[in-house]
């Protein structure tokens, strides 16, 4: 009986071990590696402090063109689908919503809720114009410490 337990405890190690080596194995064929040297810090190269690739900040920190980034501020007028928000650092930006945009208060939001002097943070994307349609909007206070927007270079649809 110590004979087969023994072996089991032996057989079992050995499985174990021949399985990890192969999950290795297997890990090391499936990996890509990215261009350039892993783990080596690239030095930023538009002299901005930011690496090559990632966006640089204009006025709302969003790009004019599109991309997806929050608007923060206060609703000044509301007119049909569009509002026109002012921004803490005291621009306005008109944003186009439509049926299909989320609204959102503490509870689900509508359409009706937007009112002159509301503060709303707007999640959308951004015109060559620096209209934004947006797709969510949120309704209520505290997003005056927030960044008027959100850099991006992508346009998304």
């Known amino acids: 009986m110590k004979n087969n337990l023994v072996v089991i405890v032996v057989v079992a190690i050995v499985s174990g071990g021949l399985g990890f080596f192969g999950g290795m194995q297997y890990q090391k064929a499936n990996t890509i590696m990215p261009s350039g040297s892993v783990g080596q810090f690239q030095p ?5 402090g930011r690496p090559e690739g ?3 900040r204009n006025g709302t920190g969003m790009t ?12 000044l007028e ?6 026109t928000v002012q921004t803490p650092e ?3 930006k ?3 919503y439509s049926g299909s945009t989320n609204i959102n208060k503490t509870s689900e939001g509508s359409s009706s809720d937007l009112e002159v002097g509301e503060e709303v943070m707007v999640i959308g994307s951004e015109d060559a114009n620096g209209t934004v349609t947006a ?7 505290g997003f005056r410490g927030m960044p008027s927007g959100q850099p991006t270079t992508e346009e998304n649809n």
Not at 44 to 48: A, D, E, H, K, L
Not at 78 to 83: A, H, L, Q, S
């Open 90 to 92: 005291g621009d306005s």
């Open 54 to 56: 990632f966006p640089e």
């Open 94 to 96: 008109i944003v186009i």
């Open 135 to 141: 797709q969510t909007i949120s309704i209520g206070g």
């Open 44 to 48: 930023p190269t538009n002299g901005q």
């Open 64 to 75: 004019s063109g599109g991309g997806l980034g929050p608007v923060t501020g206060e609703i």
């Open 78 to 83: 509301v007119d049909g689908e569009t509002i």
